[in-house]
């Protein structure tokens, strides 16, 4: 009698053609949307900073309108700076946290966000003639200068009849300077300020005529760099508050570049230690367990590029993980087969009852990984959320690869009947099934 009769082919026919089809898509496309997500600071060098705000009027109250304002004023001077995808996020009450991935110059990023960005036109005794309420919006522009060809900023004012009368009480002045301070407070001196290196007073021109105009030149020891992002950080507008660095954290492109190699060369031997598990002890199953789980990764990069989130080193460890994760479903549903097996069951009713029995287990060990994924997106910091995110991604993507992809290419090979008899094949010895 032939063993083979009734063996239904078509399903094997149907198995290959899914594998085929998915190993071309991932061959065909799986280093674009490696290419396409965005990595952390940490993968690719960066600056990142937590400030607390702090109120600079008496009767201002921190609330979540006035950190949204904020956060919108910070977004606006990093445009200034021109960086892709920035990171800026409240946290808590009174903090906020800005990521600056690929960013060179450190400090001049610091500078540019924490600075008020108050501008206002004094006396030499201090005295306010003009402010930013009489500046035109979004009038600053950096130029040159037509006699020297230095770089300068100007600055449009509402009224030339105003800024004529300023000029002219200026010039009657013994000493007729025009002080340009920026973020002027009330215990600051002209005096003094004259004297510090780094100084808030960014130009201070004698006043020889009255000027009836709407222009406005600073100038002063610019570079053309310097020039643009002072026109940027006025036209940006001033903060609502005051930002109180707390933390920083710096990692250069070298070191962050490392950090991501050897991240991804412990991912490719932890992945290959864990494939090389499945095919020697579930044998067939493994076999299984090594294509959907090679789908489960795949998938996993296109979802978390498809959710426009940001990758970092502790999402890498989070990816390693879960692929324990999607292989501990297999195992679960693999070790209730083989029981079923021992038991004297044929083959596909081990597949039936296996299956049936370990989707609790599953759905309970998951749920409550979930949850603690949840609890650490929401009171963690950027790394550690960072971790949540792709944790959570990785265990509902391995519900559809590692349980139901695992089942229905599984389910295919059972189901055609050609491993009727063949207890080898799931692990399991002749001599380990019991008779009924």
Known sequence: MNKKRGVKKWRIVVFFAIVAALAGLIATNVMD???????GLDLQGGFEVLYEVNTIEENQEIDRELLTDTVSAINARIDVLGVSEPNVRIEGDDRIRVQLAGV???QAARELLSTEARLSFRDVNDNVMLDGSDLVEGGARQ????????PIVTVTVRDANLFGEVTREIMN?????????????????????????DSKIISAPTVSEVLRTTDIMIT???TIEEAQ????????????????????NSVGASLGERAMDLAITAGFIGIALIFAYMLLYYRFMGIIAVITLSVYIYFVLVVFNWMNAVLTLPGIAALILGVGMAVDANIITY?????ELRSGKSTMSAFKAGSRRSLSTILDANITTILAAGVLFYFGNSAVQGFAI???TSILVSFITAVFGARLLLGLWVNSRILNKKPKLFGVKESEISEL
């Open 143 to 150: 130029s040159f200068h037509q006699d020297t060809n230095r």
């Open 33 to 39: 949307h490696a290419d396409d997500i965005k990595l």
């Open 335 to 339: 070790e209730r087969i083989k029981d």
């Open 104 to 106: 060179t110059d450190q």
């Open 173 to 197: 002045m013994p000493d007729n300077r025009m002080a340009i301070w920026l973020d002027y407070d009330e215990e600051d001196s002209f005096d003094e300020e004259m004297m510090k290196e």
């Open 390 to 392: 792709m944790l959570i």
């Open 220 to 222: 002063g020891d610019f």
């Open 229 to 248: 992002d002072l026109a940027g950080i006025l036209n940006a507008g001033a903060l609502p508050v005051e930002l109180e660095e707390i933390y920083s």
